[in-house]
Each structure stands twice: as structure tokens, then as C-alpha cells.
């Protein structure tokens, strides 16, 4: 079992930054990817972010690209977010997700991801 803590939402103006990070625990934490997505009110959820255990394979939708980057530290088992000039559309609650994987996998469809975390919400004011 692999468990997964967001913390670092809130509410933010736009222009604004954010700094999301995702812990990962359990006895089942070995080699994985990452992904970051979101879901706003009355929308589907969606792609944000995805980041390879080696970290040297990294995704984004084309909505944040320039202005969010993913990040790891293995040896905290955890994985950031930041998020840079946010804007009003930006709000959602984020989601990371764990997917076990090879070193260099690293994948946008959330359907094959393991694990979920509980959410943090992210508001961005106009």
C-alpha cells in the first residue's frame, strides 16, 4: 500500500505562486512516476503535470507549460509542484497520483495510476 499527502494550496491572486508538494509513504513506495492533475467545479479532471522516477523525463499540459514545474526528491519521497503566474482558470482542487514504473516511464493518463491523494484545493482571485 502506498499512501499520498498534498499539502501547499491556498489562495492565491492571480499572477500569483503556489508551491504544491506530494509525500509518498508506505511499504509499497518503490520505483514510480508521478502525476499532478486537477479537477475544477463541473469539469472532468485533467493532466496537469507528470514527472519519471529519474526525473529526467518530465510531461505538462499545454495550459501550464512556462509556467508550472514538476520536481522530485527521491530521498524524501516526495514531489513538487510550483506554479508560477497563476491565473483565475488555474483554480481546482490538485490531485497527485503514483504509478509504479521503470526509471524513465512517465505517463498522462490518469487511468493508469495506482495511488490518489486527498486533494488540496488551489484558488487563484482575479
Known amino acids: 500500500q502506498v499512501q499520498l499527502v498534498e499539502s501547499g494550496g491556498g489562495l492565491v491572486q492571480a499572477g500569483g505562486s503556489l508551491r504544491l508538494s506530494c509525500a509518498a509513504s508506505g511499504r509499497g513506495v518503490g520505483i514510480y512516476a508521478m502525476g499532478w492533475f486537477r479537477q475544477a467545479p463541473r469539469k472532468e479532471r485533467e493532466f496537469v503535470s507528470a514527472?519519471?522516477?529519474?526525473?529526467?523525463?518530465?510531461d505538462y499540459a499545454d495550459s501550464v507549460k512556462g509556467r508550472f514545474t514538476i520536481s522530485r526528491v527521491n530521498a524524501k519521497n516526495t514531489v513538487y509542484l510550483q506554479m508560477n503566474n497563476l491565473k483565475p482558470e488555474d483554480t481546482a482542487v490538485y490531485y497527485c497520483a503514483y504509478r509504479a514504473s521503470t526509471r524513465w516511464y512517465v505517463d498522462r493518463d490518469s487511468a493508469t495510476y495506482d495511488y490518489w491523494g486527498q486533494g488540496t484545493q488551489v484558488t487563484v482571485s482575479s
Open positions: 514527472i519519471s522516477w529519474s526525473g529526467g523525463n518530465t
